[in-house]
């Protein structure tokens, strides 16, 4: 994979700095980080954070302490869709150990592990700030809330439906 | 009906967008402040209305304010906390995502107050779309003049950016929140200095919560004397809870603070009972941090009086028999809930957002989660009780910031109150995985032995 930005994507990094005082752009690690791994397959390779390094000029030892400290960095390949269903307290009372068991089921995989095809990943999080319309799971940069088995029927054929 | 002040509108149409709140009477408050007022009668106002910060510590808005440093020469920033990741906490977000203009009218009222030129919204990763519908709201009030140079003609320019987490409960500390928007590791900084003299880069910053910041708004327009007609003693205003678990009617609602904890739970207008015609057996009131309380100490405190939903009423009787408000997270368990299992949740949440720094917090997160998943499992021994209680209380009170605390408070609740239920899972292994304890024990709990610290 080719690590590079898009002259667009330049552009947004640019204005991304420009938010921070004269020097600070090392505050943009952050924002940064999560384009580079949309951009570069999903996931933040060696190759990906040192690319972030030279364009925040940081050292690339301060830009894997970071990434290694959030839990939305994916630091291994994961899969085209990414279920990550809460399983803390207030989800728990509602049944989200039951979704996690059923989607195991459904694809064939377990918890931290990718589908043969490389479609799906499942991965269970931490509460999301969704408690009230538990269970539910994060599905790129949405939220999927009052989950089902047929709910969670429906995701899975439409993330198939979108592959294809 | 009480009385709505942040929520009132949430339900127009199109009221996310400009047009429709402004319409409805928005931006006044910026009006009313860049135009009439000094950024010292805005701080004024604040504390004259009591307002309490809404992040959790309850901590009075106007005074932290009061305490920003002013070096001269030196920019000053307010950031908003909007990382909003505490379990059974989602008000944040149902403001920002429905009324995204009133949290940035907020904003430009409050930087002007603390002159702040630069201000920004951390929020958490994972609220992705909030994002855009704050940036829309942004650019919206930068290009009807709400925002940038010169703002009303009063000499006070003003930018507001969005600041995405990516995963970390611990960067809702302020501390930790200003080290990651610096962009580093959230590891919470020791204080004193407090980010009110040294906050981020260096320089004289506040931190408050989205609630309390959009709570300004109505504090500006009706004055401060007025919010703090509403609600009792020193739990003046409205407070926005989420309430979930097992109840009929999950939600955000907003209360004002004069209400009983009975009220809340029962009553149609909010949380509408408990679900499937289940019996009420515990419920943590403010957030995953504080105590859980059994039933019956929950809707009367030990002297016997009828709870209410303010900071004092929930925390009468101090951990021996209250709870906190904490963040407003309202979370319910019916009869069917396990206490030993939720307890566990509890724990590998903490366990998983440490950040670290020090052993007490680091290690004895990790043993509780071990002891208590040995428990559950069938596989605890009587004497694990009491290492866990041990454990607790060494963590609290023994670390750089209060997550420490906010890990060994769930864990000492459970057991002060519930201990009877770890001691069934422990000397029922086998019938503890087929079904739960039930409230069997609990028709009157405050009456129970319970060791208190
Ligand atoms: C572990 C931990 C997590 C916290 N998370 C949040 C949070 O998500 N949102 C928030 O507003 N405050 C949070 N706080 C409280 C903040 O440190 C800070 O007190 C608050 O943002 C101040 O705002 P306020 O005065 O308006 O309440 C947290 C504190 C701790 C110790
Ligand atoms: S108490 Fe825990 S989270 Fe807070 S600084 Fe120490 S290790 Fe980090
Ligand atoms: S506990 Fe699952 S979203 Fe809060």
Redesign the pocket.
């Given at each position: 994979m080719n690590i590079q930005f898009s002259a667009e994507e330049l552009n947004k990094v640019n204005e991304i700095i420009a938010r921070y005082p004269e020097g600070k752009q090392r505050s943009a690690v952050i924002p940064v980080l999560h384009m580079a791994q949309d951009a570069f397959g999903g996931w933040l390779s060696a190759a990906s954070m040192d690319y972030v390094a030279s364009l925040l000029q940081m050292e690339p030892i301060e830009v894997y302490e970071v990434a290694t400290f959030y839990s939305m960095y994916n630091l291994q390949p994961v899969g085209k869709y990414m279920f990550e269903v809460c399983q803390t307290g207030p989800c728990m009372v509602k049944g989200s150990d039951g979704i996690i068991d059923y989607i195991r089921e459904k694809l064939g995989i377990g918890v931290g592990e990718t589908t043969a095809d490389g479609l799906f990943t499942l991965k269970t999080v931490e509460c999301l700030g969704a408690c009230g319309y538990a269970p539910m799971m994060q599905l790129g940069k949405t939220y999927r809330e009052h989950l089902t088995k047929e709910r969670v029927d429906e995701i899975i054929a439409a993330c198939r439906a979108k592959a294809n | 009906m009480a009385k709505k002040l942040l929520l009132a509108n949430a339900h127009v149409p199109g009221i996310r967008g400009y047009e429709v709140y402004r319409r409805e009477g928005g931006y006044r408050s910026v009006e009313k402040a860049l135009k009439t007022m000094t950024p010292e009668a805005i701080v004024e106002e604040v504390k004259k209305s009591g307002l309490r910060?809404?992040?959790?510590?309850?901590?009075p808005?106007g005074l932290?304010w009061s305490f920003i440093a002013k070096p001269e020469g030196v920019p000053r920033h307010l950031v908003c906390?909007?990382?909003?990741?505490?379990p059974g906490?989602f008000k944040?977000r149902y403001l920002m995502e429905f009324l995204p203009h009133l949290l940035v009218e907020g904003l430009i009222v409050s930087s002007f107050a603390l002159g702040s030129n630069t201000t920004y919204i951390y929020i958490r990763g994972e609220y992705a779309w909030i994002v855009d519908i704050l940036e829309t709201a942004i650019t919206e009030a930068k290009a009807n003049g709400w925002l940038g140079k010169n703002i009303l003609g009063s000499g006070f320019d003003c930018e507001i950016y969005v600041q995405r987490g990516a995963g970390a409960?611990?960067c809702?500390?302020?501390t930790a929140?200003i080290e990651s928007l610096e962009g580093k590791r959230g590891n919470p900084r020791i204080k004193p200095p407090f980010p009110a003299v040294k906050g981020l880069w260096g320089r004289p910053t506040v931190?408050?919560?989205?609630e309390?910041?959009a709570a300004v708004v109505p504090i500006i327009n009706d004055g401060g004397e007025s919010y703090a007609q509403i609600g009792i003693g020193k739990s003046t205003g409205t407070k926005l809870l989420s309430a979930c678990g097992n109840i009929n009617k999950p939600g955000v609602y907003e209360i004002d603070m004069t209400i009983s904890v009975e009220e809340f739970i029962y009553s149609d207008e909010y949380c509408g009972g408990i679900a499937n015609g289940k019996r009420l057996k515990a419920c943590i009131p403010g957030g995953s941090s504080v105590p859980i309380l059994p039933a019956n100490l929950l809707l009367k405190t030990a002297k016997g009086e009828p709870r209410l939903m303010n900071y004092e009423s929930l925390a009468d009787g101090g951990f021996a028999t209250g709870s906190m408000m904490g963040?407003g997270g309202f979370e319910v368990l019916d009869e069917d809930q396990c206490i030993v299992r939720h307890t566990l949740s509890l724990a590998r949440f903490y366990h998983h957002e440490s950040c670290g720094q020090c052993s007490p917090c680091r290690e004895g997160t990790g043993w509780m989660k071990k002891i208590l998943h040995n428990i559950e499992y069938g596989k605890g021994k009587m004497s694990d009780i009491d290492l866990l209680w041990d454990i607790q209380r060494k963590i609290e009170g023994n670390t750089i910031?209060?997550?420490g605390d906010?890990a060994a408070w769930p864990v000492a609740a459970a057991i002060r109150h519930f201990r009877d239920e770890f001691e069934w899972h422990v000397l029922n292994p086998e019938e503890s995985q087929q079904r739960n304890f039930g409230l069997a024990h609990y028709a009157d709990p405050s009456a129970m032995h319970v060791p208190v610290s």
């Open positions: - | 910060g809404r992040g959790g510590a309850g901590f808005a932290k906390n909007a990382d909003e990741s505490e906490t944040d409960y611990i809702g500390e302020e929140l931190v408050n919560n989205v309390t910041l963040s910031c209060p997550l906010a």
